[in-house]
């Protein structure tokens, strides 16, 4: 069973930047596609951003490309996101999240795909 642990939230002012880390254990973690998913108040979970098993292929929500960059680090078992140019609208519970076995790239922006997830850290941007 893996197990994902996500660091890295906060507090920060409109404009600035933050950067997440998820953990993983137990697994072999290069075989998962790894994503970022998160939840603002009163809504639904959302895609955010998502990478490969390997690194090489990344995705992203509209709503962040050009902003966010998202990387992983196999021989350290971690997945980060690097946020900058932070908006209020980017307030939200993140959500790390890993996907086994073969997938199309477009499974990867859909909550529902994914086999296993952390806690969440909390982001809050003030305007």
């Known amino acids: 069973q893996v197990q994902l642990v996500e660091s890295g939230g ?4 409109a404009g600035g930047s933050l950067r997440l880390s998820c953990a ?7 075989s998962y596609a ?6 603002a108040p009163g ?3 959302e895609f955010v951003a998502a990478v490969s098993g ?15 960059t998202i990387s992983r680090d196999n021989a350290k078992n971690t997945v980060y996101l690097q946020m900058n140019s932070l908006k209020p ?3 939200a519970d993140y959500f790390c999240a890993g996907k086994g076995g073969s997938y199309y ?12 997830w952390g806690q969440g850290t909390q982001v809050t941007v003030s305007s």
């Open 54 to 68: 390997s690194g090489f292929s990344t995705y992203y929500a509209d709503s962040v490309k050009g902003r966010f």
């Open 34 to 39: 790894m994503g970022w998913l998160r939840q």
């Open 105 to 116: 790239g477009t499974e990867l922006t859909l909550p529902r795909e994914y086999d296993f």
């Open 43 to 45: 809504k639904g979970r």
């Open 24 to 30: 993983a254990s137990g697994g072999t973690f290069s």
């Open 10 to 13: 906060g507090l920060v002012q």
């Open 89 to 91: 609208d980017d307030t």
